[in-house]
C-alpha cells in the first residue's frame, strides 16, 4: 500500500511565498515522475509543476519564475516552492507522483492541501 502525505499550504498574502511537500511511503519500488496539480473552485483540475526521475521539469505558463519543484529521491519526497504568489494561485494542491508498487505502475494522489493567497 502505498501513501502520499502532502504538508504546507496555508494562507499568505499576495507577493508572499510558501512551501508545499509530499512524501511517498509504502512498499515502492520506483518512483518515476513527481508533481503537483491545484484545482481552484468551480474549475479543473490543472497541472502545476512536474520533475521526472531523469531531472527534467515542466511547468504551467502560469507559474513560471514564480515556483520551483524538487524533490529528494533519498526520502521519497517532492517539494514545491512557491514565491511572488497572487490570488489567482489560490487552490488546493495535490502532489501525484508516478510508482511501480506491487508489481504494477500507476499514478497516486494526496489527499490535497488548501493554498490561500489574500491580503
Known amino acids: 500500500q502505498v501513501q502520499l502525505v502532502e504538508s504546507g499550504g496555508g494562507l499568505v498574502q499576495p507577493g508572499g511565498s510558501l512551501g508545499l511537500s509530499c512524501t511517498a511511503s509504502?512498499?515502492?519500488?520506483?518512483?518515476?515522475?513527481m508533481g503537483w496539480y491545484r484545482q481552484a473552485p468551480g474549475k479543473q483540475r490543472e497541472l502545476v509543476a512536474t520533475?521526472?526521475?531523469?531531472?527534467?521539469?515542466n511547468y504551467a505558463d502560469s507559474v513560471k519564475g514564480r515556483f520551483t519543484i524538487s524533490r529528494d529521491n533519498g526520502k521519497n519526497t517532492v517539494h514545491l516552492q512557491m514565491n511572488s504568489l497572487k490570488p489567482e494561485d489560490t487552490a488546493v494542491y495535490y502532489c501525484?507522483?508516478?510508482?511501480?508498487?506491487?508489481?504494477?505502475?500507476?499514478?497516486?494522489w494526496g489527499q490535497g492541501t488548501q493554498v490561500n493567497v489574500s491580503s
Open positions: 501525484n507522483v508516478d510508482i511501480y508498487s506491487d508489481w504494477r505502475r500507476r499514478d497516486y
Open positions: 509504502g512498499k515502492i519500488f520506483v518512483i518515476y515522475t
Open positions: 520533475l521526472n526521475n531523469g531531472g527534467s521539469t
